[in-house]
């Protein structure tokens, strides 16, 4: 038999079974009410709408204006029921059905049980807040490690550079610091190779090729220890790491308000180190912090959910799968009817007319519910911290030819375009 025949019956061997699974789910289906959406062709089902430029379409929330606040997509025979407003999302994430996560395999409900990720949440919270190293100790490593970055960006004496391994670096290590008590040179060419790995991972995780059992196989690791702490080290790395690069990329497009970030700086810090008390005295900068994760959407899609048992929700009747619901964040976070200028980046989102900070609801970058963020509040300093001890000793310029309208690259977290910066010691401005 030639090899080409083998193939052959190989091929048909494999869209038999995908047809056959298709046909299984599909009865399945019949018992359970799902929500409508768009309509999925055979064996690929909606693929061909979440891939290349229309991602982006479906990352923004589009097709919520065809079909509402709840719909169902078709990735290959998998259902999947998209959530995309704030009260529905809202009301899945607060509800005890739609748990789980298939990323962070030490909290996973269906493979170590609830109990499991119940007790896995408290030790990370614990170890990221109060009880573990404390919260003075972190914001002093944080301290620590934004002079380093600083002295970094000096070193490339106001030529372009790429900014994204070294703050990756320098994020990484205040995890790593707290999970094993010390840091890495940002120059050891090990440590900066595991960096660029998690990038790799998290792209390849945004790309909708990549099929759920691989997924698994990858991450579904027996001991609960080690899994916990390489999940701290990927959840607590890129997310933080790109959403500071983001807020560097506006700052360079955004001239003037990078000026008034550097006004309030000089007025309430002075020469003297950022700490986290001053972002309460800061309020146009927080504002720019809030507004840079809002625009950014860092997470567009949220982690897909799945429900634990049969549900009942908004009048549908879901069934328990795995990755069964993904609770949207971008269609919140660019919602018009709570952001007066969703698609523009508008730090007024967060200021009352007196240039007061005000909150908004609809700021959910770090979802809600009982499988928020764990990382919420280091997250949040290590933001304001590296943030304001660049721009206290940087101002940062786009070399000539910078487009700044450019696409986002999109994996399982949207980054800035491909950029350069030209990070400007302010002494010699
Ligand atoms: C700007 C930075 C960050 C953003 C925007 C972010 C966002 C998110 C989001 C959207 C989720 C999913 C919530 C859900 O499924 O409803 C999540 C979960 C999680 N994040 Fe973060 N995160 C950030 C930083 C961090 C950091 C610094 C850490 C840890 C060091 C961390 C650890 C985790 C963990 C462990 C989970 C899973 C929680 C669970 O399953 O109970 N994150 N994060």
């Given at each position: 038999m030639?090899?080409?025949?083998?193939?052959?019956?190989?091929?048909t061997?494999?869209?038999?079974?995908?047809?056959?699974?298709?046909?299984?789910?599909q009865?399945?289906?019949?018992?359970y009410?799902?929500p409508?959406?768009p309509?999925?062709?055979?064996?690929?089902g909606n693929?061909?709408?979440?891939s290349?430029?229309t991602l982006?379409?479906?990352?923004?929330?589009e097709l919520?204006?065809k079909?509402?606040?709840?719909f169902t997509?078709?990735v290959?025979g998998?259902?999947?029921?998209?959530?995309?407003?704030y009260?529905?999302v809202k009301?899945?994430?607060h509800?005890?059905d739609?748990l789980?996560?298939?990323?962070?395999?030490?909290?996973?409900?269906?493979?170590h049980?609830?109990?499991?990720w119940?007790?896995?949440r408290?030790f990370?919270?614990?170890?990221l807040?109060?009880?573990?190293?404390?919260r003075k100790?972190?914001?002093?490593?944080?301290?620590e490690?934004?002079d380093?970055?600083?002295?970094?960006?000096?070193?490339?004496?106001?030529?372009?550079?790429?900014?994204?391994?070294?703050?990756s670096a320098?994020?990484?290590?205040i995890?790593?610091?707290?999970?094993?008590?010390?840091?890495?040179?940002n120059?050891?060419?090990k440590?900066?190779?595991l960096?660029?790995?998690?990038?790799?991972?998290l792209?390849?995780?945004?790309?909708p090729?990549?099929?759920e059992?691989?997924?698994?196989?990858?991450?579904?690791?027996?001991?609960n220890?080690?899994?916990?702490?390489?999940?701290l080290?990927?959840a607590?790395t890129e997310?933080t790491?790109?959403t500071i690069?983001?807020?560097?990329f506006?700052?360079m497009?955004?001239?003037?308000?990078q000026?008034?970030?550097?006004?309030?700086?000089?007025?309430?810090?002075?020469?003297?180190?950022?700490?986290?008390e001053?972002?309460?005295?800061m309020?146009?900068t927080?504002?720019?912090?809030?507004e840079?994760?809002?625009f950014?959407?860092?997470f567009?899609?949220n982690?897909?959910?799945?429900?634990?048992?049969d549900?009942?929700?908004?009048g549908?009747?879901?069934?328990?799968?795995?990755?069964s619901?993904?609770?949207?964040?971008?269609?919140?976070?660019?919602?018009?009817?709570?952001?007066?200028?969703p698609d523009?980046f508008y730090?007024?989102h967060?200021l009352d007319?007196?240039?007061n900070f005000?909150?908004n609801?609809?700021?959910?970058?770090?979802?809600?519910?009982?499988r928020?963020c764990?990382?919420?509040?280091?997250?949040?300093?290590?933001i304001?911290?590296?943030f304001?001890?660049?721009?206290q000793n940087?101002?940062?310029?786009?070399?000539?030819?910078?487009?700044?309208?450019?696409?986002?690259?999109?994996g399982?977290t949207?980054?800035?375009?491909?950029?350069?910066?030209?990070a400007?010691?302010?002494?010699?401005?």
């Amino acid at each position: 038999m030639f090899i080409s025949d083998l193939l052959t019956i190989l091929l048909t061997a494999l869209l038999c079974l995908i047809m056959v699974r298709n046909v299984f789910n599909q009865k399945r289906s019949i018992l359970y009410n799902y929500p409508p959406g768009p309509k999925p062709l055979p064996i690929i089902g909606n693929l061909h709408i979440l891939s290349g430029e229309t991602l982006q379409t479906y990352f923004r929330g589009e097709l919520s204006k065809k079909y509402g606040s709840i719909f169902t997509v078709h990735v290959g025979g998998e259902k999947t029921v998209v959530l995309c407003d704030y009260e529905t999302v809202k009301e899945a994430l607060h509800a005890e059905d739609i748990l789980d996560r298939p990323f962070v395999s030490s909290f996973d409900d269906f493979l170590h049980g609830y109990e499991n990720w119940k007790i896995m949440r408290r030790f990370a919270l614990s170890t990221l807040r109060d009880y573990g190293m404390g919260r003075k100790l972190i914001e002093d490593k944080i301290k620590e490690e934004s002079d380093y970055l600083v002295e970094t960006f000096k070193s490339y004496k106001g030529k372009a550079f790429l900014n994204t391994i070294v703050i990756s670096a320098a994020v990484a290590n205040i995890i790593v610091s707290i999970l094993i008590g010390h840091r890495f040179d940002n120059r050891n060419p090990k440590f900066l190779r595991l960096v660029e790995l998690i990038k790799d991972i998290l792209r390849l995780l945004g790309s909708p090729s990549v099929l759920e059992k691989n997924n698994n196989e990858l991450y579904f690791h027996h001991n609960n220890f080690t899994s916990l702490i390489t999940n701290l080290f990927i959840a607590g790395t890129e997310t933080t790491s790109t959403t500071i690069q983001w807020a560097l990329f506006f700052m360079m497009k955004h001239p003037e308000i990078q000026t008034n970030v550097q006004k309030e700086i000089e007025k309430v810090i002075g020469s003297s180190r950022p700490q986290s008390e001053h972002r309460k005295l800061m309020p146009y900068t927080n504002a720019v912090i809030h507004e840079t994760q809002r625009f950014a959407n860092i997470f567009p899609l949220n982690v897909p959910h799945s429900t634990t048992r049969d549900v009942k929700f908004k009048g549908y009747v879901l069934p328990k799968v795995r990755n069964s619901s993904d609770p949207m964040l971008s269609p919140i976070l660019n919602d018009k009817d709570r952001f007066q200028r969703p698609d523009e980046f508008y730090p007024q989102h967060f200021l009352d007319s007196e240039g007061n900070f005000i909150r908004n609801e609809n700021f959910l970058p770090f979802s809600t519910g009982r499988r928020s963020c764990v990382g919420e509040n280091l997250a949040k300093m290590e933001i304001f911290l590296f943030f304001t001890r660049l721009l206290q000793n940087f101002t940062l310029r786009a070399p000539p030819g910078t487009n700044f309208d450019l696409p986002s690259g999109i994996g399982f977290t949207s980054i800035p375009p491909y950029h350069k910066m030209c990070a400007m010691p302010r002494t010699q401005i």
